[in-house]
């Protein structure tokens, strides 16, 4: 039924059309587990250059491993620790460049060398983040910020 998409475009065209497979892909769907599983391998499948894509979920007051793609990572973090607890906690978007040089870096996977974390935010509440890693330095740039905000604002209406 699926199959690998080539994606010839231009970068932003591409970001353009994985989120309308999004959209399409998730259609009618309410599962929560479901719905991310299938969100991070799309994801997984349309990014270059990238070592774990996937996703925490808020439970309890701390995030909590949800589906994912890549080596198996930390179960659990706090609100306000490491890249995705700090996202998580400030309920914004963090690039960053140089994981070594982050403050409380949490290291799931040594070949990690730069993050980008998008924080779910469905009616103002915190769903948790999507945690997207790289063994490139500086592999982010504000397109991708951009683009990746706009497929978990996608993404959230199916939560």
């Known amino acids: 039924m699926f199959n690998v998409e080539t994606y010839r475009g231009k ?7 994985v989120i309308k497979q999004l959209a399409a ?9 479901a719905n991310l599983s299938n969100a991070s ?3 997984n499948q349309f990014l270059d250059r990238v070592n774990w894509v996937g996703f925490y979920v808020l439970e309890d007051g701390e995030l909590v491993l949800g589906p994912f793609q890549g080596l198996p990572a930390c179960v659990r973090i706090p609100l306000g620790r490491g890249v995705c607890g700090s996202s998580a906690q400030e309920k914004k978007t963090f690039k960053v ?8 870096h949490i290291a799931c996977d040594a070949a990690s060398q730069s ?16 945690d997207i890693d790289s063994p490139e330095k500086n592999r982010f740039d504000e397109l991708d910020q951009s683009k990746l905000e706009q497929f978990v604002q996608e993404l ?3 939560l």
């Open 11 to 17: 970068r932003e065209e591409n970001y353009d059309l």
């Open 25 to 33: 892909l998730l259609e009618g769907e309410t599962n929560t587990v």
């Open 41 to 43: 391998a799309l994801l």
């Open 97 to 104: 460049e140089d994981v070594h040089q982050f403050p409380g």
């Open 115 to 130: 993050e980008i974390v998008v924080p779910l935010i469905k009616d103002g509440e915190l769903l948790g983040v999507l």
């Open 156 to 158: 959230v209406k199916h």
